[in-house]
Protein backbone atom coordinates (compact mmCIF):
# COMPACT_ATOMS: atom_id res chain seq x y z
CA UNK A 1 0.00 0.00 0.00
CA UNK A 2 1.42 3.35 -0.93
CA UNK A 3 1.74 5.79 1.42
CA UNK A 4 0.86 8.74 -0.51
CA UNK A 5 -2.54 10.40 -0.03
CA UNK A 6 -3.68 8.99 -3.95
CA UNK A 7 -2.00 7.16 -6.47
CA UNK A 8 -2.74 9.62 -9.15
CA UNK A 9 -3.63 13.28 -8.80
CA UNK A 10 -4.40 15.10 -11.81
CA UNK A 11 -4.73 19.06 -12.26
CA UNK A 12 -7.43 20.26 -14.73
CA UNK A 13 -10.57 18.86 -15.56
CA UNK A 14 -10.72 19.68 -19.33
CA UNK A 15 -10.98 16.69 -21.66
CA UNK A 16 -7.84 15.06 -21.47
CA UNK A 17 -7.59 15.62 -17.23
CA UNK A 18 -11.55 13.75 -16.83
CA UNK A 19 -10.38 10.73 -19.26
CA UNK A 20 -6.89 9.66 -17.31
CA UNK A 21 -8.62 10.52 -14.30
CA UNK A 22 -11.80 8.10 -14.87
CA UNK A 23 -9.67 5.28 -16.77
CA UNK A 24 -7.11 5.42 -13.70
CA UNK A 25 -10.19 5.11 -11.15
CA UNK A 26 -11.94 2.48 -12.61
CA UNK A 27 -8.85 -0.19 -12.57
CA UNK A 28 -9.16 0.76 -8.97
CA UNK A 29 -6.80 2.99 -8.26
CA UNK A 30 -7.13 6.13 -5.99
CA UNK A 31 -7.90 9.22 -7.83
CA UNK A 32 -8.41 12.80 -7.71
CA UNK A 33 -8.84 15.35 -9.91
CA UNK A 34 -8.47 19.31 -9.02
CA UNK A 35 -10.49 21.87 -11.18
CA UNK A 36 -10.30 25.60 -10.27
CA UNK A 37 -13.21 26.35 -12.20
CA UNK A 38 -15.95 24.10 -13.92
CA UNK A 39 -15.82 20.64 -14.84
CA UNK A 40 -15.10 19.99 -18.37
CA UNK A 41 -12.17 22.81 -19.33
CA UNK A 42 -12.02 24.43 -22.35
CA UNK A 43 -13.81 22.36 -24.94
CA UNK A 44 -16.88 21.95 -22.84
CA UNK A 45 -16.63 25.21 -21.44
CA UNK A 46 -15.12 27.81 -23.52
CA UNK A 47 -14.40 26.51 -27.01
CA UNK A 48 -15.60 23.56 -28.78
CA UNK A 49 -18.68 22.99 -27.46
CA UNK A 50 -20.47 26.88 -27.00
CA UNK A 51 -18.76 27.74 -29.99
CA UNK A 52 -20.16 24.84 -32.36
CA UNK A 53 -23.84 26.21 -30.72
CA UNK A 54 -22.83 30.01 -31.54
CA UNK A 55 -21.74 28.69 -35.00
CA UNK A 56 -25.19 26.90 -35.34
CA UNK A 57 -27.38 29.84 -34.10
CA UNK A 58 -25.66 32.20 -36.77
CA UNK A 59 -25.52 30.17 -39.17
CA UNK A 60 -29.43 30.21 -39.56
CA UNK A 61 -29.68 33.59 -41.40
CA UNK A 62 -27.39 32.30 -44.35
CA UNK A 63 -30.48 29.08 -44.22
CA UNK A 64 -33.18 31.29 -44.24
CA UNK A 65 -31.81 33.10 -47.13
CA UNK A 66 -31.24 30.20 -48.87
CA UNK A 67 -34.73 29.23 -48.09
CA UNK A 68 -36.18 32.06 -49.56
CA UNK A 69 -34.98 30.85 -53.29
CA UNK A 70 -37.00 27.72 -52.31
CA UNK A 71 -40.48 29.77 -51.72
CA UNK A 72 -40.29 30.46 -48.17
CA UNK A 73 -41.46 32.94 -46.57
CA UNK A 74 -39.14 34.03 -43.61
CA UNK A 75 -39.94 36.52 -41.57
CA UNK A 76 -36.75 36.10 -38.80
CA UNK A 77 -35.53 38.10 -36.08
CA UNK A 78 -32.74 36.71 -33.44
CA UNK A 79 -32.50 37.33 -30.11
CA UNK A 80 -29.08 37.30 -28.67
CA UNK A 81 -30.16 36.65 -24.60
CA UNK A 82 -32.60 33.85 -25.14
CA UNK A 83 -29.77 31.88 -26.92
CA UNK A 84 -27.03 33.01 -24.29
CA UNK A 85 -29.54 31.66 -21.75
CA UNK A 86 -30.48 28.00 -23.56
CA UNK A 87 -26.70 28.25 -24.25
CA UNK A 88 -25.76 27.92 -20.65
CA UNK A 89 -28.17 25.53 -19.81
CA UNK A 90 -26.59 22.93 -22.10
CA UNK A 91 -22.98 24.13 -20.82
CA UNK A 92 -23.89 23.70 -16.90
CA UNK A 93 -25.82 20.17 -17.92
CA UNK A 94 -22.49 19.33 -19.95
CA UNK A 95 -20.49 20.23 -16.87
CA UNK A 96 -22.89 18.00 -14.87
CA UNK A 97 -21.91 15.37 -16.59
CA UNK A 98 -18.71 15.06 -16.64
CA UNK A 99 -19.01 15.51 -12.85
CA UNK A 100 -20.84 13.35 -12.54
CA UNK A 101 -19.45 10.47 -14.66
CA UNK A 102 -15.96 10.98 -12.63
CA UNK A 103 -18.02 10.20 -9.45
CA UNK A 104 -19.26 7.00 -11.04
CA UNK A 105 -15.64 6.17 -11.52
CA UNK A 106 -14.73 6.96 -8.05
CA UNK A 107 -12.47 10.12 -8.95
CA UNK A 108 -12.39 12.40 -6.26
CA UNK A 109 -13.41 15.89 -7.22
CA UNK A 110 -11.61 18.71 -5.69
CA UNK A 111 -12.53 22.68 -6.27
CA UNK A 112 -9.41 24.53 -6.30
CA UNK A 113 -6.53 25.69 -7.48
CA UNK A 114 -3.86 23.02 -7.50
CA UNK A 115 -0.53 24.24 -7.05
CA UNK A 116 2.36 22.32 -6.94
CA UNK A 117 4.96 22.00 -3.86
CA UNK A 118 7.24 18.97 -4.97
CA UNK A 119 7.08 16.18 -7.03
CA UNK A 120 4.45 14.67 -4.84
CA UNK A 121 2.63 17.34 -3.29
CA UNK A 122 0.04 19.52 -4.03
CA UNK A 123 -1.73 22.54 -2.01
CA UNK A 124 -5.20 23.36 -2.79
CA UNK A 125 -4.73 27.00 -2.59
CA UNK A 126 -6.82 28.86 -0.10
CA UNK A 127 -8.00 26.09 1.28
CA UNK A 128 -5.46 24.82 3.72
CA UNK A 129 -5.36 21.20 1.76
CA UNK A 130 -2.21 20.01 0.88
CA UNK A 131 -2.59 16.27 -1.05
CA UNK A 132 0.58 14.00 -1.58
CA UNK A 133 0.17 11.17 -4.72
CA UNK A 134 2.02 9.17 -6.22
CA UNK A 135 1.65 10.28 -9.55
CA UNK A 136 1.01 13.64 -11.09
CA UNK A 137 -0.93 13.79 -14.31
CA UNK A 138 -0.68 18.28 -15.39
CA UNK A 139 -3.71 18.58 -17.91
CA UNK A 140 -4.56 22.43 -17.41
CA UNK A 141 -4.88 23.44 -20.82
CA UNK A 142 -3.97 26.80 -22.25
CA UNK A 143 -5.27 30.26 -22.29
CA UNK A 144 -5.98 33.24 -24.40
CA UNK A 145 -2.71 35.28 -25.17
CA UNK A 146 -2.51 38.75 -26.11
CA UNK A 147 0.31 40.99 -27.03
CA UNK A 148 0.10 43.22 -23.34
CA UNK A 149 2.53 45.57 -24.18
CA UNK A 150 -0.17 46.80 -26.97
CA UNK A 151 -1.44 50.62 -25.82
CA UNK A 152 -5.36 50.27 -24.78
CA UNK A 153 -5.41 46.22 -25.21
CA UNK A 154 -7.10 46.90 -21.92
CA UNK A 155 -10.10 47.65 -24.17
CA UNK A 156 -10.13 44.19 -25.91
CA UNK A 157 -12.02 40.95 -25.04
CA UNK A 158 -11.02 37.32 -25.91
CA UNK A 159 -12.75 34.39 -27.01
CA UNK A 160 -13.64 34.02 -23.62
CA UNK A 161 -16.00 36.91 -23.06
CA UNK A 162 -17.07 36.52 -26.57
CA UNK A 163 -19.62 33.54 -25.30
CA UNK A 164 -20.88 35.75 -22.57
CA UNK A 165 -21.28 39.40 -24.30
CA UNK A 166 -23.74 40.97 -22.37
CA UNK A 167 -25.53 42.87 -25.77
CA UNK A 168 -25.00 41.53 -29.39
CA UNK A 169 -22.29 44.56 -30.64
CA UNK A 170 -23.48 46.36 -33.78
CA UNK A 171 -19.78 46.48 -34.85
CA UNK A 172 -16.78 44.21 -33.67
CA UNK A 173 -13.29 43.75 -35.16
CA UNK A 174 -11.61 40.63 -34.49
CA UNK A 175 -7.73 40.41 -34.69
CA UNK A 176 -5.95 37.68 -35.51
CA UNK A 177 -6.07 35.16 -38.95
CA UNK A 178 -6.34 31.43 -37.17
CA UNK A 179 -9.23 29.65 -36.24
CA UNK A 180 -10.76 31.27 -33.40
CA UNK A 181 -10.39 34.85 -35.70
CA UNK A 182 -12.35 33.00 -38.77
CA UNK A 183 -14.76 31.17 -36.46
CA UNK A 184 -15.73 34.33 -34.58
CA UNK A 185 -15.86 36.84 -37.82
CA UNK A 186 -18.50 33.82 -39.08
CA UNK A 187 -20.39 33.66 -36.11
CA UNK A 188 -21.25 37.53 -35.37
CA UNK A 189 -21.42 38.21 -39.15
CA UNK A 190 -23.94 35.44 -39.73
CA UNK A 191 -25.35 37.76 -36.50
CA UNK A 192 -26.06 40.66 -37.83
CA UNK A 193 -22.88 42.28 -36.71
CA UNK A 194 -21.07 44.02 -38.60
CA UNK A 195 -17.27 42.51 -38.85
CA UNK A 196 -13.90 43.38 -39.41
CA UNK A 197 -11.23 40.82 -39.54
CA UNK A 198 -7.63 42.57 -39.06
CA UNK A 199 -4.90 40.23 -39.84
CA UNK A 200 -0.98 40.46 -39.64
CA UNK A 201 -0.25 38.37 -42.93
CA UNK A 202 -1.01 38.17 -46.60
CA UNK A 203 -3.85 35.53 -46.07
CA UNK A 204 -6.10 34.02 -43.24
CA UNK A 205 -5.33 30.39 -41.66
CA UNK A 206 -1.43 29.91 -41.42
CA UNK A 207 -0.12 26.81 -42.02
CA UNK A 208 -3.49 25.40 -44.02
CA UNK A 209 -3.13 24.42 -47.77
CA UNK A 210 -2.97 27.81 -50.04
CA UNK A 211 -5.66 27.21 -51.94
CA UNK A 212 -7.97 26.63 -48.54
CA UNK A 213 -6.74 30.11 -47.50
CA UNK A 214 -7.11 31.87 -50.72
CA UNK A 215 -10.82 30.09 -51.07
CA UNK A 216 -12.02 31.02 -47.90
CA UNK A 217 -11.15 34.31 -48.10
CA UNK A 218 -13.09 34.70 -50.87
CA UNK A 219 -16.14 32.99 -49.60
CA UNK A 220 -15.58 34.73 -45.83
CA UNK A 221 -15.77 38.14 -48.31
CA UNK A 222 -18.97 37.37 -49.71
CA UNK A 223 -20.86 36.72 -46.70
CA UNK A 224 -20.09 40.26 -45.77
CA UNK A 225 -17.19 39.92 -43.32
CA UNK A 226 -14.43 43.09 -43.79
CA UNK A 227 -11.07 41.45 -44.15
CA UNK A 228 -8.01 43.65 -43.83
CA UNK A 229 -5.02 42.02 -44.45
CA UNK A 230 -0.85 42.40 -43.92
CA UNK A 231 -2.57 45.12 -40.68
CA UNK A 232 -1.71 45.31 -37.41
CA UNK A 233 -3.28 46.96 -34.21
CA UNK A 234 -0.98 50.05 -33.05
CA UNK A 235 -3.15 51.36 -30.49
CA UNK A 236 -7.22 51.02 -29.34
CA UNK A 237 -8.64 54.34 -27.54
CA UNK A 238 -11.87 54.50 -26.57
CA UNK A 239 -14.23 57.30 -27.58
CA UNK A 240 -17.69 58.03 -26.90
CA UNK A 241 -18.56 56.91 -30.33
CA UNK A 242 -16.93 53.18 -29.83
CA UNK A 243 -13.21 51.56 -30.00
CA UNK A 244 -11.08 53.19 -32.16
CA UNK A 245 -8.43 50.86 -33.90
CA UNK A 246 -5.32 52.44 -35.19
CA UNK A 247 -3.67 50.13 -37.41
CA UNK A 248 0.17 50.30 -38.55
CA UNK A 249 -1.40 50.99 -42.44
CA UNK A 250 -2.98 54.10 -41.45
CA UNK A 251 -6.36 52.95 -41.30
CA UNK A 252 -8.70 53.80 -38.29
CA UNK A 253 -11.44 51.71 -37.73
CA UNK A 254 -14.28 52.44 -35.43
CA UNK A 255 -16.18 49.68 -33.58
CA UNK A 256 -18.50 48.40 -30.67
CA UNK A 257 -16.09 45.53 -29.24
CA UNK A 258 -12.62 44.50 -30.50
CA UNK A 259 -11.67 40.95 -30.06
CA UNK A 260 -8.12 39.53 -30.04
CA UNK A 261 -7.52 35.85 -30.90
CA UNK A 262 -4.17 36.11 -31.29
CA UNK A 263 -3.20 32.45 -30.05
CA UNK A 264 -3.29 30.39 -26.57
CA UNK A 265 -0.56 29.84 -24.70
CA UNK A 266 0.37 26.86 -22.11
CA UNK A 267 -1.65 27.77 -18.88
CA UNK A 268 1.47 27.18 -16.37
CA UNK A 269 1.13 30.39 -14.85
CA UNK A 270 2.01 29.76 -11.26
CA UNK A 271 1.48 26.18 -11.06
CA UNK A 272 4.80 25.62 -9.48
CA UNK A 273 6.60 23.78 -11.91
CA UNK A 274 9.96 24.52 -10.81
CA UNK A 275 9.06 23.20 -7.13
CA UNK A 276 8.32 19.67 -9.19
CA UNK A 277 11.35 19.30 -11.33
CA UNK A 278 9.39 19.74 -14.08
CA UNK A 279 10.57 21.76 -17.16
CA UNK A 280 8.95 23.86 -20.07
CA UNK A 281 10.34 24.14 -23.64
CA UNK A 282 11.56 27.41 -25.11
CA UNK A 283 7.75 28.16 -26.48
CA UNK A 284 7.38 27.84 -22.95
CA UNK A 285 4.99 24.33 -22.62
CA UNK A 286 5.59 21.61 -20.60
CA UNK A 287 8.47 19.37 -22.20
CA UNK A 288 7.10 16.01 -22.30
CA UNK A 289 8.61 12.80 -24.07
CA UNK A 290 6.40 10.33 -26.54
CA UNK A 291 4.62 8.84 -23.50
CA UNK A 292 3.84 12.77 -22.31
CA UNK A 293 6.36 11.81 -19.68
CA UNK A 294 7.97 15.09 -18.17
CA UNK A 295 11.44 15.97 -16.89
CA UNK A 296 10.17 14.64 -13.46
CA UNK A 297 9.94 10.87 -13.43
CA UNK A 298 6.89 10.38 -11.72
CA UNK A 299 4.81 13.62 -13.49
CA UNK A 300 3.22 13.51 -17.00
CA UNK A 301 1.29 16.16 -18.74
CA UNK A 302 -1.05 15.70 -21.78
CA UNK A 303 -3.12 17.95 -23.80
CA UNK A 304 -2.69 22.02 -24.49
CA UNK A 305 -0.48 22.56 -22.01
CA UNK A 306 1.82 20.64 -23.87
CA UNK A 307 1.28 22.21 -26.89
CA UNK A 308 1.78 19.58 -29.56
CA UNK A 309 -1.59 19.78 -31.65
CA UNK A 310 -4.15 21.07 -29.68
CA UNK A 311 -7.22 19.33 -30.62
CA UNK A 312 -9.85 18.07 -28.12
CA UNK A 313 -9.33 14.27 -29.36
CA UNK A 314 -5.95 14.61 -29.53
CA UNK A 315 -6.35 15.43 -25.89
CA UNK A 316 -8.11 12.42 -25.00
CA UNK A 317 -5.88 10.50 -27.05
CA UNK A 318 -3.26 11.32 -24.78
CA UNK A 319 -5.11 10.52 -21.67
CA UNK A 320 -5.51 6.96 -23.04
CA UNK A 321 -2.45 6.77 -23.83
CA UNK A 322 -0.79 7.66 -20.32
CA UNK A 323 -3.27 5.39 -19.05
CA UNK A 324 -2.47 2.50 -20.68
CA UNK A 325 1.78 2.99 -20.43
CA UNK A 326 1.57 3.94 -16.69
CA UNK A 327 -1.34 1.59 -15.71
CA UNK A 328 -2.00 -1.10 -17.99
CA UNK A 329 2.07 -1.66 -18.57
CA UNK A 330 1.63 -1.17 -22.12
CA UNK A 331 3.69 1.79 -23.44
CA UNK A 332 1.75 3.92 -25.95
CA UNK A 333 2.61 6.86 -28.04
CA UNK A 334 0.02 8.25 -30.07
CA UNK A 335 0.33 9.25 -33.66
CA UNK A 336 0.64 12.36 -34.67
CA UNK A 337 0.17 12.10 -38.82
CA UNK A 338 -3.03 13.21 -40.68
CA UNK A 339 -4.97 14.33 -37.97
CA UNK A 340 -8.38 15.53 -39.30
CA UNK A 341 -9.50 19.18 -38.08
CA UNK A 342 -12.28 21.55 -39.14
CA UNK A 343 -12.48 25.05 -38.76
CA UNK A 344 -16.06 25.64 -38.28
CA UNK A 345 -15.73 29.05 -40.26
CA UNK A 346 -18.94 30.16 -42.61
CA UNK A 347 -18.83 28.12 -44.63
CA UNK A 348 -16.42 25.90 -42.81
CA UNK A 349 -13.38 24.04 -43.88
CA UNK A 350 -12.14 20.21 -43.32
CA UNK A 351 -8.18 19.38 -44.00
CA UNK A 352 -6.79 16.04 -43.47
CA UNK A 353 -2.90 15.11 -44.38
CA UNK A 354 -0.20 17.38 -46.43
CA UNK A 355 -1.18 21.04 -47.85
CA UNK A 356 0.31 20.59 -51.65
CA UNK A 357 2.83 23.05 -49.88
CA UNK A 358 4.26 20.14 -47.78
CA UNK A 359 3.77 17.51 -49.96
CA UNK A 360 5.81 19.18 -52.51
CA UNK A 361 8.59 18.94 -50.12
CA UNK A 362 7.94 15.34 -48.54
CA UNK A 363 7.58 13.89 -52.00
CA UNK A 364 10.25 12.82 -54.19
CA UNK A 365 9.01 11.91 -56.90
CA UNK A 366 6.07 14.94 -57.05
CA UNK A 367 2.71 15.07 -56.42
CA UNK A 368 -0.43 15.41 -58.64
CA UNK A 369 -2.87 17.96 -57.41
CA UNK A 370 -6.97 17.81 -57.91
CA UNK A 371 -9.17 20.31 -57.68
CA UNK A 372 -12.75 21.33 -58.20
CA UNK A 373 -14.53 24.60 -57.42
CA UNK A 374 -18.21 24.58 -58.09
CA UNK A 375 -21.69 25.94 -56.95
CA UNK A 376 -23.14 23.43 -54.21
CA UNK A 377 -26.67 22.61 -56.09
CA UNK A 378 -28.22 23.50 -52.52
CA UNK A 379 -27.58 27.13 -54.21
CA UNK A 380 -28.91 26.62 -57.57
CA UNK A 381 -32.38 28.37 -56.80
CA UNK A 382 -30.75 31.83 -54.23
CA UNK A 383 -28.20 33.53 -56.75
CA UNK A 384 -25.91 32.78 -54.45
CA UNK A 385 -22.11 32.72 -56.09
CA UNK A 386 -20.86 30.51 -53.53
CA UNK A 387 -18.33 27.68 -54.34
CA UNK A 388 -16.67 24.63 -52.61
CA UNK A 389 -13.55 23.71 -53.02
CA UNK A 390 -12.35 19.99 -53.43
CA UNK A 391 -8.46 19.20 -53.63
CA UNK A 392 -6.78 16.30 -53.90
CA UNK A 393 -3.14 16.25 -52.93
CA UNK A 394 -1.65 12.89 -54.38
CA UNK A 395 1.97 11.55 -54.19
CA UNK A 396 2.58 11.15 -57.78
CA UNK A 397 5.37 8.15 -57.29
CA UNK A 398 2.83 6.19 -54.51
CA UNK A 399 0.09 7.45 -56.10
CA UNK A 400 -1.29 7.47 -52.35
CA UNK A 401 -3.41 10.47 -51.55
CA UNK A 402 -1.77 12.44 -48.96
CA UNK A 403 -3.86 15.38 -48.55
CA UNK A 404 -7.33 16.07 -48.57
CA UNK A 405 -8.93 19.91 -48.24
CA UNK A 406 -12.61 20.78 -48.57
CA UNK A 407 -14.00 24.63 -48.33
CA UNK A 408 -17.82 24.17 -48.10
CA UNK A 409 -21.39 22.97 -46.70
CA UNK A 410 -20.47 19.83 -44.51
CA UNK A 411 -16.95 19.72 -44.46
CA UNK A 412 -16.05 19.11 -41.13
CA UNK A 413 -18.89 16.16 -41.81
CA UNK A 414 -16.92 14.60 -45.10
CA UNK A 415 -13.87 15.27 -43.65
CA UNK A 416 -14.17 13.09 -41.17
CA UNK A 417 -14.09 9.48 -43.16
CA UNK A 418 -11.99 11.36 -45.51
CA UNK A 419 -9.18 10.63 -43.39
CA UNK A 420 -10.12 7.03 -42.93
CA UNK A 421 -9.01 6.78 -46.09
CA UNK A 422 -5.97 8.94 -46.00
CA UNK A 423 -4.67 7.08 -42.09
CA UNK A 424 -5.53 3.93 -44.72
CA UNK A 425 -2.94 4.86 -47.53
CA UNK A 426 -5.51 4.27 -50.60
CA UNK A 427 -4.47 5.53 -53.70
CA UNK A 428 -5.84 7.47 -56.00
CA UNK A 429 -7.05 4.38 -57.54
CA UNK A 430 -8.62 3.14 -54.63
CA UNK A 431 -10.46 5.83 -54.21
CA UNK A 432 -11.32 6.38 -58.01
CA UNK A 433 -12.64 2.40 -57.57
CA UNK A 434 -15.47 3.96 -55.00
CA UNK A 435 -18.86 4.50 -56.63
CA UNK A 436 -20.28 7.71 -56.45
CA UNK A 437 -23.07 9.05 -54.07
CA UNK A 438 -25.37 11.37 -56.36
CA UNK A 439 -26.20 13.66 -55.86
CA UNK A 440 -24.20 15.11 -53.48
CA UNK A 441 -20.42 17.43 -52.95
CA UNK A 442 -18.98 14.64 -51.31
CA UNK A 443 -18.89 12.36 -54.57
CA UNK A 444 -16.38 15.06 -56.19
CA UNK A 445 -13.96 13.02 -53.80
CA UNK A 446 -14.30 10.11 -56.21
CA UNK A 447 -14.66 11.67 -59.76
CA UNK A 448 -11.86 14.12 -59.53
CA UNK A 449 -10.33 12.65 -63.02
CA UNK A 450 -8.60 15.67 -64.49
CA UNK A 451 -4.67 16.54 -62.66
CA UNK A 452 -4.11 20.25 -62.91
CA UNK A 453 -1.42 21.36 -64.90
CA UNK A 454 1.25 24.05 -64.37
CA UNK A 455 -0.38 26.69 -65.68
CA UNK A 456 -3.29 26.24 -63.82
CA UNK A 457 -1.56 26.20 -60.76
CA UNK A 458 0.16 29.16 -61.27
CA UNK A 459 -3.24 30.68 -62.32
P1 LIG B 1 -3.97 30.28 -33.89
O1 LIG B 1 -2.60 29.96 -33.51
O2 LIG B 1 -4.74 29.38 -34.80
O3 LIG B 1 -4.01 31.74 -34.55
C1 LIG B 1 -3.45 32.85 -33.90
C2 LIG B 1 -3.51 34.02 -34.86
O4 LIG B 1 -3.07 35.19 -34.20
C3 LIG B 1 -2.62 33.81 -36.07
O5 LIG B 1 -3.31 34.28 -37.19
C4 LIG B 1 -1.42 34.68 -35.73
O6 LIG B 1 -0.76 35.20 -36.85
C5 LIG B 1 -2.08 35.82 -35.00
N1 LIG B 1 -1.14 36.53 -34.12
C6 LIG B 1 -0.27 36.01 -33.23
N2 LIG B 1 0.40 36.96 -32.60
C7 LIG B 1 -0.06 38.14 -33.08
C8 LIG B 1 0.27 39.49 -32.82
N3 LIG B 1 1.21 39.84 -31.94
N4 LIG B 1 -0.38 40.45 -33.53
C9 LIG B 1 -1.31 40.11 -34.44
N5 LIG B 1 -1.68 38.84 -34.71
C10 LIG B 1 -1.04 37.87 -34.05
O7 LIG B 1 -4.72 30.53 -32.52
P2 LIG B 1 -6.23 30.60 -32.11
O8 LIG B 1 -6.23 31.45 -30.91
O9 LIG B 1 -7.11 30.95 -33.25
O10 LIG B 1 -6.53 29.10 -31.70
C11 LIG B 1 -5.67 28.43 -30.76
C12 LIG B 1 -5.64 26.96 -31.03
O11 LIG B 1 -6.83 26.36 -30.55
C13 LIG B 1 -5.60 26.56 -32.51
O12 LIG B 1 -4.32 26.57 -33.04
C14 LIG B 1 -6.21 25.19 -32.49
O13 LIG B 1 -5.21 24.27 -32.17
C15 LIG B 1 -7.22 25.29 -31.36
N6 LIG B 1 -8.58 25.54 -31.88
C16 LIG B 1 -9.18 24.59 -32.65
C17 LIG B 1 -10.43 24.79 -33.17
C18 LIG B 1 -11.06 23.75 -34.03
O14 LIG B 1 -10.61 22.62 -33.99
N7 LIG B 1 -12.06 24.09 -34.83
C19 LIG B 1 -11.17 26.01 -32.91
C20 LIG B 1 -10.45 26.97 -32.11
C21 LIG B 1 -9.20 26.73 -31.61
P3 LIG B 1 0.35 34.33 -37.65
O15 LIG B 1 -0.40 33.29 -38.39
O16 LIG B 1 0.96 35.36 -38.56
O17 LIG B 1 1.29 33.80 -36.63
Known sequence: MSTYDYDLFVIGAGSGGVRAARLTALDGKRVAIAEEHRVGGTCVIRGCVPKKFMVMASDFSHQFETARGYGWTVDASFDWKTFLEHKDVEIARLSGIYAANLGKAGVELVHGRAVLKDAHTVEIVGKGRTITAERILIATGGRPWVPEGLPGIEHAITSEEAFHLPEL???????????????????????????????????????????????????????????????????????????????????????????????????????????????????????????????????????????RINLTPVAIREAVAFHKTVYRDTPSRIDYEAVATAVFSQPPVGTVGLSEGEARRACTDGVDVYVSRFRPMKYAFTGSDERMLVKLVVDAGSQRVVGVHLVGPDAPEIIQLAAVAVKAGLTKGQWDATCAVHPTVAEELVTLREKQTPSQMAG
Open 169 to 307: PKRILIAGGGYIAVEFAGIFAGLGVETTLVYRGPNLLRGFDDDVRAHLAGEIEKRGIKVVLASQHERIERTDAGLISLLDNGLTIETDVVMFATGRIPYVKGLGLEAAGVALTEAGAIRVDGHSRTTAPNIWAIGDVTD
